[in-house]
């Protein structure tokens, strides 16, 4: 195959993994990610259920998880930067999603719409999570849009809405393997799309001063 058509499994919502033969000259399932990039540009061509963008994916491309109504969570890595148009339309099960600040380009109903009678409608309650000024916002609070936005704090693991020692003990209690941070993207907050010590380290200097903002 090295050619591939959104369409060529149009409606096959079911899908649970997918995987492209190691000899394919154009496509591959790096890391068994369960889904189908382009090879030479790291563009994710479609995803399933199961799928787990690498971090190498620089665009999500239009209808990549069209209809993939059994979606109900999705990580975008900070190495995107484009996700296109109905790139996961008709996801009824996803009803939020967090957009890093590497996003500068979202398409036409990406996400938050299902298709009605007669129009594209909006899925119920739907949010999304980014950082003040982003894309993400823009799409969010778009007149057409109208989407919740909830704005991401970096250092604040615990969700308890502070930046405190207890964000400290939250970080260091996952990489101590006792249990997970209650978001790992506020606990990110260097920005490398891991949790280490470094993140630990920084809120650290937050408090004490040393660093201003994080």
Sequence with gaps: MTTFFYTAFYNCSGIESITVDEDNPVYDSRGGCNAVIETATSILIMGCKNTVIPDTVIKITDYAFDGCTGLTDIRIPRSVRIIDNFAFYRCTSLTSITVPESVTSIGRYAFGYD????????????????????????????????????????????????IDVGDVTAIQRQLAEYENVDDAFNADV?????????????????????ITEL
């Design 190 to 210: 260097d920005r490398d799309d891991k949790i280490t010590i470094s993140d630990v380290t920084m809120i650290q200097r937050y408090l004490a001063e040393f």
């Design 115 to 162: 298709f009605g009678t007669d129009d594209y409608v909006k899925i119920p309650d739907f949010s999304i999570r980014g950082v003040r000024g982003s894309d993400a916002q823009r799409y969010a609070n778009a007149a057409a849009n109208g989407f919740t936005f909830i704005e991401i704090k970096f250092g604040d693991a615990n969700l308890d809405g502070t």
